[in-house]
T-cell receptor, first 115, second 114 residues
């Protein structure tokens, strides 16, 4: 089954304790992205990757890191989480060929609470 | 830069009534347009997309949307809403060429009364 998986689904942590949210897709997609969703603000892009070893900042990258060492995986790293990073996080992937109409496939979300 | 506006934060309809969710975009060239639905506790799922051809596109779950270039709009419609349609709906746009980074609207929350 084609899918995007995220782990963990729920996470409660404390300020400053490094964490990683994993994202994996089995569709051989070039393009992967991380979003955060907050009430009234919709989806805001954190980072994206157009292919292996190619990443770039989205709209709200501060406090986050990503890496793309393999095509299927795109982990999101919070080196020193703060309470303002409490949010619902989504990973997404799509085929990346320019000019294609390719839609994004989303993971189920990770709800992060930083106390 | 491309942008998407969903002017309605919340929409309330009665079950069985018709529905129209508005989406306006700003983009200089031909856009690719998408509607996604997010059910409570779920990720986003594609409802339909437009990239060329017939400006009226059909999607899953009985939804349709019409691309109107003159109005820069891509409104989502359904003739008869079911209680299970209660969800958050997102419109998105990306360029037909060049960067394929999409831009999402802020979403419209649909409430369905029995």
């Amino acid at each position: 089954e084609a899918q995007v998986t995220q782990n963990p689904r729920y996470l409660i942590t404390v300020t400053g304790k490094k964490l990683t949210v994993t994202c994996s897709q089995n569709m051989n997609h070039e393009y992967m992205s991380w979003y955060r969703q907050d009430p009234g603000l919709g989806l805001r892009q954190i980072y994206y990757s157009m292919n292996v070893e190619v990443t770039d900042k989205g709209d709200v990258p501060e406090g986050y890191k990503v890496s793309r060492k393999e095509k299927r995986n795109f982990p999101l790293i919070l080196e020193s989480p703060s309470p303002n990073q409490t949010s619902l996080y989504f990973c997404a992937s799509s085929r990346g060929r320019q000019g294609g109409s390719y839609e994004q496939y989303f993971g189920p979300g990770t709800r992060l609470t930083v106390t | 830069a491309q942008s998407v506006t969903q002017p309605d934060i919340h929409i309330t309809v009665s079950e069985g009534a018709s529905l129209e969710l508005r989406c306006n975009y700003s983009y200089g060239a031909t856009p690719y347009l998408f509607w996604y639905v997010q059910s409570p506790g779920q990720g986003l799922q594609l409802l339909l997309k437009y990239f060329s051809g017939d400006t009226l596109v059909q999607g899953i779950k009985g939804f349709e949307a019409e691309f109107k270039r003159s109005q820069s709009s891509f409104n989502l419609r359904k003739p008869s809403v079911h209680w299970s349609d209660a969800a958050e709906y997102f419109c998105a746009v990306r360029s037909a060429g060049g960067s394929y980074i999409p831009t999402f609207g802020r979403g419209t929350s649909l409430i369905v009364h029995p």
